[in-house]
């Protein structure tokens, strides 16, 4: 399970030094794709496997999946650590996230995000937290 956050800087070629504590459970290879809210997901392979196992279930006739899938799965790119534990992030996803340079690594369950650090602390207001809180109870998660 990923869990914490980290701040870290991208280099002027693309790559990113993963916290240690993450790379122990990724693996050396791994699946970085294109997240919701423009931030990066990264899964480890035995995750994205299972993502792509749930994904050849769902019907083709359905729009929303299909246009879903097209947005997740393009998007995907295997990638791999390097000796100094960086990764390089294809440009596209630097771009499709608006990764520059200060960028925030954030463990959330089965998959890290990576935030450019500016969004990041947009999204990170949390004074709606009791309404959404409220929200999850519905969906059958408390805590």
């Known amino acids: 399970m990923f869990t914490g956050q980290y701040n870290h800087t991208i280099d002027p070629k693309g790559r990113l030094i993963l916290p240690a504590k993450f790379r122990e459970i990724l693996g050396e290879e791994f699946v970085v794709t294109k997240g919701l809210d423009g931030c990066l997901f990264v ?3 035995d995750e994205w ?3 792509e196992e749930k994904f050849r279930e769902v019907p083709l006739t359905t729009k929303d999946a299909r246009k879903f899938s097209r947005f997740f799965f393009s998007g995907a790119a295997p990638c791999e650590l390097d ?3 960086r990764v390089l992030l294809p440009q596209v996803l630097r771009e499709y996230a608006e990764l520059e340079k200060e960028v925030v690594v954030a463990g959330v369950l089965n998959r890290i995000e990576i935030w450019d650090s ?3 602390s947009d999204e990170s207001d ?5 309404e959404i809180a ?3 109870a519905d969906l059958g998660l408390s805590i």
Not at 126 to 130: E, F, G, K, R, T
């Open 43 to 45: 899964y480890p392979k």
């Open 49 to 51: 496997a299972k993502i």
């Open 83 to 85: 000796k100094q534990g």
């Open 118 to 120: 500016t969004k990041w």
């Open 126 to 130: 949390y004074d709606d937290m009791d």
């Open 134 to 136: 409220e929200h999850m």
